[in-house]
């Protein structure tokens, strides 16, 4: 009785606030029990996730998941449900089996996994490891002519280093405070919202530039001389790998070297074996093997058709990417995100909701690879830049589109929205997160975030958006990792989650108007442009 005197205090205390908008609580309310009482998410995740497999862009096991997915959202009732192609993308890759151990000088399991779109190894090779101790690309000349048949390990200078934080957290009030009270960046600023990922990205391609060219150099001498493998260093610790691609997956590309990465214990034991002068010896066992005749990438795409004969043709959508990398089942990232919005339109499913305008989900591909996905989708449906006149060509339903809400930072909770810069839209937020106060969600900011796909909504000017989601231990642990699987996945979180996407999708699709928008953008050509 008093979790009930204190949900209807709450709501009592939105309703009042609530009158521009016009919410409506009675049907929040529902979506709150049937979110939070009957969810069925985990279930979403587990099919995503174990029962599929690690899901690279066009891989078999994103086709599992994805014609799961399709068909999960036909049964709920969701209409037009399709593998809907977006354009070229390249070769699917799977790993077909990956045994790697120390021989000698004595035998020792090792965690490794090979890099994405690398070859295998044709059967079970022994090879002895070398260490390849350079400065810069002119010293790999003496190394011509020594590759045959050798398991190439570059020196690496680096320690382990012990780490006295947890590995997980959630934001406190201060560093919630802190992003509702941020300012709009100017143009060519550091934004402090950018994910430590981004971060960490660009300043890796800085210090490393000279080193990647280095080893792209010894890759094909590896390739050319014979050798049977080169070794890479993964920047986890305690057995965490974190493992992406290996080169071009381009329909034409040849299969890349092998290359596998191993954990930073196991390396660097390896590298103080070998420079001591004590020979060492591997097992290596990879077995690769190439798909997807086609060349082509697929998303994901079902609608709850909309009602109001004035506003039906207009648009809401939510998603997230289903692609991820092969070290594990991609739970975290981004399982999760596909997970809660497809709960997310089962919960209006199940209450029977008759949304005013139509209510689209898109599970993207090729977002890894650089939002491969969500960008062809945006340039298909809505705007594109036409390479001669370099103005904008704005398709039939740029005009009827509303808002884009996204999932992609992990399995912690939201915690608030990021308006990318549109503040527009702070006063609307504010009162849709209102009902949710008590779950933790309360924080609006007028920050952008990036390296998701409700970039390529926000790219064109349409209102695409990403949720401030508590950290938990994504950067730390499982994004990208070989530690990405459903055990990491939080239960209430991903709950708390699709009962506010489903809260935030039902009020902008019965809304009078669509989501204010920012000005349209100068358009770009080239790189990740429009």
Known sequence: MRKLLTISSLLLIVFTLSAQEKLDMEMIGKIRKEGLENSKVMDIAFHLTEASGSRLTSSPGFFRAANWAKDQLAQWGLVNAALEPWGDFGKGWELKKS?????????????????????????????????????????????????????????????????????????????????????????GQRNPADTAAQRRFREQFQRFRGPMRTLALLREMAMKEGAVAILSMSRGQDGTVFVQGGGSYAVDAPPNFLDIVLSMEDYLSIQRLVKSGIPVHLDVDVQTEFSNPDGKGYNVVAEIKGTDPKLKDELVM???????????????????????????????????????????????????????????????????????????????????????????????????????????????????????????????????????????????????????????????RTHHSNMDSYDHLIYDDLKQIATIVASFVYNAAMRDEKLPRKPMPEPRIGGRGF
């Open 318 to 476: 939510l998603g997230g990417h289903l692609d991820s990398w092969q070290g594990a089942t991609g739970a975290t990232d981004n399982a999760a995100g596909c997970a809660v919005m497809m709960e997310a339109v089962r919960i209006l499913k199940a209450l029977g909701v008759k949304p005013r305008r139509t209510i689209r989900i898109a599970l993207w591909s090729g977002e890894e690879e650089g939002l491969l996905g969500s960008r062809a989708y945006v340039k298909h449906h809505f705007a594109e830049v036409d390479t001669v006149t370099k103005k904008w060509i704005l398709k039939p339903e740029y005009d009827k589109f509303s808002s884009y809400f996204n999932i992609d930072n992990g399995t912690g909770k939201i915690r608030g929205i990021y308006l990318q810069e549109n503040d527009k839209e702070r006063e609307i937020f504010q009162e849709w997160l209102a009902p949710f106060k008590d779950l933790g969600a309360t924080t609006v900011t007028i920050s952008n975030t990036g390296g998701t796909d409700h970039q390529a909504f926000d790219g064109v000017g349409l209102p695409g958006f990403q949720f401030i989601q508590d950290p938990i231990e994504y950067e730390t």
């Open 99 to 187: 045994y790697v151990a120390m021989t000698t000088p004595y035998y020792r399991p090792l965690i490794a996994f090979p890099k994405a779109w690398t070859q295998g190894t044709g059967g079970l090779k022994n090879a002895e490891v070398m260490l390849i101790d350079v400065k810069d690309s002119t010293d790999l000349a003496q190394y011509e002519g020594k590759l045959a048949g050798k398991i190439l390990l570059p020196y690496r200078n680096d320690t382990l280093k012990q780490s006295f934080k947890a590995d997980a957290e959630r934001y406190t009030d201060e560093e919630l405070e802190k992003m509702a009270k941020a300012e709009p960046q100017q143009q």
